[in-house]
């Protein structure tokens, strides 16, 4: 089944503490980014890549970074999270950059204290 | 003033009824449109894809395109419970490596049965 999955789908953590949100896509896209989904901003673009090793900024990209090792996998790491990043994640891909159909994966809550 | 506006809702309707969503942009580059639909804790799933102005129909779902006036709004008509979601409208300027796509906050429909 073609799919974007992230890991973990639920997490709670505490200020500064170093986390991973896994991404991970098996219908070999090229394009592949991070949003963030907050009530009343909507959905707001991390970071995006065009291709492995190809990562630019989105709109909210401090506190966040990434690495496109390989062309399925995309994850995002919060070096030093803090209370301002609890917030809806979602993983995307596409065919390409001018592809517009994303497909999303099923979201990560997470709760910084 | 923001780049997309979406009245957020939320909007009930009874069964049947046609339901119109809509959305204003001020960026005069905006070529690509979309309607994404969001279940409840689910990502977002393209719905609706028009390129400039226009009407676009698919099945129960009309997407229309006003570039002049700066409006793009989807209709659907015979509304069943299964609609109910979050619309999101999203769109794109032309052709331009790393041109993010634009989304609105979203509205919610609730149709009930």
């Known amino acids: 089944e073609a799919q974007v999955t992230q890991n973990p789908r639920y997490l709670i953590t505490v200020t500064g503490k170093k986390l991973t949100v896994t991404c991970s896509q098996n219908m070999n896209h090229e394009y592949m980014s991070w949003y963030r989904q907050d009530p009343g901003l909507g959905l707001r673009q991390i970071y995006y890549s065009m291709n492995v090793e190809v990562t630019d900024k989105g709109d909210v990209p401090e506190g966040y970074k990434v690495s496109r090792k390989e062309k399925r996998n995309f994850p995002l790491i919060l070096e030093s999270p803090s209370p301002n990043q609890t917030s809806l994640y979602f993983c995307a891909s596409s065919l390409s950059w001018v592809w517009d159909e994303q497909f999303f994966g099923p979201g990560t809550r997470l709760t910084v204290l | 003033q923001k780049e997309v506006e979406q009245d957020p809702g939320p909007l009930s309707v009874p069964e049947g009824a046609i339901v119109s969503l809509n959305c204003t942009y001020s960026n005069s580059a905006f070529q690509y449109f979309m309607w994404y639909r969001q279940y409840s804790r689910k990502g977002p799933e393209l719905l609706m894809y028009t390129y400039s102005s226009g009407n676009k129909e698919d099945g129960r779902f009309t997407a229309q395109v006003d570039k002049s006036s700066k409006y793009i709004s989807l209709f659907i008509r015979d509304s069943q419970p299964s609609d109910s979601a979050t619309y999101l409208c999203?769109?794109?300027?032309?052709?331009?490596?790393?041109?993010?796509?634009?989304f609105g906050k979203g509205t919610t429909l609730s149709v009930s049965s």
């Open positions: 999203a769109m794109r300027a032309i052709n331009q490596a790393g041109t993010a796509l634009i």
